[in-house]
């Protein structure tokens, strides 16, 4: 099992920035990519960007493209989502989960996920 703990949420301005972390604990050796999804009120679940375990490669959603850093603290096990520019249609729960076997944009191929942690962004 991999344990997943995301912190760093809360509220922030438009155009204001948050750094989002997901601390990893485990089994972490069984995961090839870290995921962030996020569901907004009354929305679906989306993607919003992933990386390789161990390369740190990386891929955006469109959305996040340009606005969205994911990066990782090797020795920490920990994973961030620094998030720039925001505005209020990122207002979500964002949440960073583990996949076993590729690095994609759906849930799906995702087998470990965080509580979540909410982010709210005014105008």
């Known amino acids: 099992q991999v344990q997943l703990v995301e912190s760093g949420g809360g509220s922030v301005q438009a155009g204001g920035s948050l750094r989002l972390s997901c601390a990893a604990s485990?089994?972490?050796?069984?995961?090839?990519?870290v995921g962030w999804f996020r569901r907004a009120p009354g929305q679906e679940r989306e993607f919003v960007g992933a990386?390789?375990?161990?390369?740190?490669?990386?891929y955006y959603a469109d959305s996040a493209l340009g606005r969205f850093t994911v990066s990782r603290d090797i020795d920490k096990n920990t994973w961030y989502l620094q998030m720039s520019n925001l505005k209020p249609e990122d207002t979500a729960v964002y949440y960073c989960?583990?996949?076993?076997?590729?690095?994609?944009?759906?849930?799906?191929?995702?087998?470990?996920w965080g509580q979540g942690i909410q982010v709210t962004v005014s105008s």
């Open positions: 990386a390789t375990w161990s390369s740190g490669l990386t």
């Open positions: 989960a583990t996949a076993p076997h590729s690095m994609t944009d759906s849930m799906r191929d995702y087998d470990h």
């Open positions: 485990g089994r972490t050796f069984t995961s090839f990519a």
